[in-house]
Every structure is written in structure tokens, then in C-alpha cells.
């Protein structure tokens, strides 16, 4: 999980931070371009979520396939295929490889039952409620994302690497400190799980570069020095 909360970290500051560096390099040569983050980590819906995260990419599919394929005009059904054939190609358009579709088909299933009934619900609710949420939901988006096989995103989060942080068997004890590589099976070690989870994210995909800076970084804070 710290290393799925390292990689939230990684691919937000990544994303947004070359779209301000743009706005600002546009502004110094008289172009004015739209901002492309407004704070996505702070929504309270994935519906929010979306009309706050890389909004030049949710504009343009909303433009140029969700509404010519009729948006929401022509029925509720209509309506959930739109939003199920705009967030598949969402997920292939970041790179060929199932895991992106998965993660593109998770959010398509979310903004349905959004669109049903939970929105409704979650406006109602207390904000901090809403926040959990969607949080909560965009980590196991980012693990999808983060792993083109989708078998490991399910060790990120392992429930009993959460509960326990025992040592996870796929990790090489070379890889461990001395101290965590001694210990013997079924005794918990601080900081083993977030070395654990970082083994279990090797890179974030086409593109998108590695997450061991920031997964190895919380590792080293947590105490579980590889230095």
C-alpha cells in the first residue's frame, strides 16, 4: 500500500508538474493554455475525480467520442455504453497492454454506478466520507496502472501484507536488510511491507518511468534503510 500511495505521489507531480512547466513557458512566449489539474486529490467523487485529473485528455474524449456518440441523449442505456466504449479507449490510448485497459473499464464501471444512484448518495454524505471514497478507489486504480501484469497489482494489495507486514515470499532475501533477511518466517519486521510493495511495482508502464525512487524513499523513512 505505501508503495501504491508513493506512486500516487510520483504520477501526480509528474503529470501535473509538466503541465504547469507548459503553462508557464506559454505564458512567457503570449500563450495563455488552459490548466490541466485542479486538485484531484481533494474530489469527493470518481465523477469529481475526473473533471479534475488530466482534464485536457477527459475534454477531449468527451468531445470527440463521448458526445458524438450521443452523451447522454438518447437513453440510459445508450448512456452506460458511451461511457463503457470511451473509457476503454481511455485505457488503451495509454498503451497497449491489458492492465491499462482494466483500469480503464474500473473507472467506466465506477462513473456508471455514480450516474445510478451513489452520486446522489455521496452529495448527501459528510464530505470526509466522499473523500475516503475516492481515494481509496483511485490507489487501486493506480496499482491496475502501475503493473502490466495484472496478477501483481493484487500483491500490492494483499490484505495480509497490510495487517501483518510480514515478509512477502517473492521478495529475495538479498534484497532485504540484514536485520529483516534474519528474521524467520511469520515474524514481523517495520518497514518489510513497504520494501514488499516497491518489488511489486518494477515500473509504472510505457512512458510513465520507474517507481522505485518514490516507493524506495518511503522504505528508507520507514526504517527499512537499504543504504
Same mark, same amino acid.
Given at each position: 500500500?505505501?508503495?501504491?500511495? #508513493?506512486?500516487?505521489f510520483?504520477i501526480?507531480?509528474d503529470? $501535473?508538474?509538466y503541465?504547469d512547466?507548459?503553462i ?8 495563455e493554455f488552459k490548466i490541466n ?6 474530489s ?8 479534475? *485529473?488530466?482534464?485536457?485528455?477527459s475534454?477531449w ?8 456518440l450521443g452523451g447522454n441523449?438518447?437513453g440510459?442505456?445508450?448512456?452506460y ?6 473509457w ?8 497497449a ?10 473507472? #467506466?464501471?465506477?462513473?456508471?454506478v @455514480?450516474? #445510478?444512484?451513489?452520486? $446522489?448518495l455521496?452529495?448527501?454524505a459528510p464530505?470526509a466520507?466522499?473523500?475516503?471514497y ?7 486504480? *493506480?496499482a491496475?496502472?502501475?503493473? @502490466?501484469d495484472?496478477s501483481? #497489482?493484487?500483491?500490492v ?9 510480514y515478509?512477502?515470499?517473492s521478495v529475495? %532475501?538479498g ?12 515474524q514481523?519486521a ?13 515500473s ?5 518511468g520507474p517507481?522505485?525512487p518514490? %516507493?524506495f524513499?518511503?522504505?528508507?523513512l ?6
Open positions: 500500500w505505501l508503495g501504491v500511495l #508513493a506512486f500516487a510520483q501526480y507531480f503529470f $501535473s508538474g503541465s512547466m507548459a508557464g513557458l506559454g505564458r512567457m512566449l503570449g500563450f489539474f485542479d486538485y484531484p486529490y481533494i469527493r467523487s470518481i465523477t469529481e475525480f475526473w473533471r479534475r *485529473w488530466h482534464i485536457s485528455l475534454s474524449f468527451r468531445e470527440y467520442v463521448y458526445i458524438p441523449r438518447k440510459l442505456l445508450k448512456t455504453r458511451n461511457i463503457f466504449v470511451v476503454m479507449l481511455t485505457g488503451i490510448w495509454h498503451g497492454s491489458w492492465n491499462y485497459v482494466c483500469w480503464g473499464l474500473f473507472f #467506466a464501471v465506477l462513473l456508471m @455514480e450516474k #445510478a444512484f451513489l452520486l $446522489s455521496l452529495k448527501k464530505a466520507l466522499g473523500h475516503i475516492t481515494l481509496f478507489l483511485v490507489l487501486i486504480s *493506480w491496475l496502472f502501475a503493473n @502490466e495484472i501483481r #497489482a493484487f500483491i494489495t494483499d490484505p495480509t501484507m497490510v495487517k501483518l507486514g515478509v512477502d515470499k529475495p %532475501a534484497l532485504l536488510p540484514a536485520s529483516a533477511a534474519d528474521s524467520g518466517p511469520g514481523p517495520f518497514g518489510q511491507k513497504t520494501l514488499a510493495a516497491a518489488q511489486a511495482l518494477p509504472v508502464g510505457r512512458g510513465h517507481v522505485f518514490g %516507493a524513499a518511503v522504505h528508507r520507514s526504517g527499512g534503510c537499504l543504504l
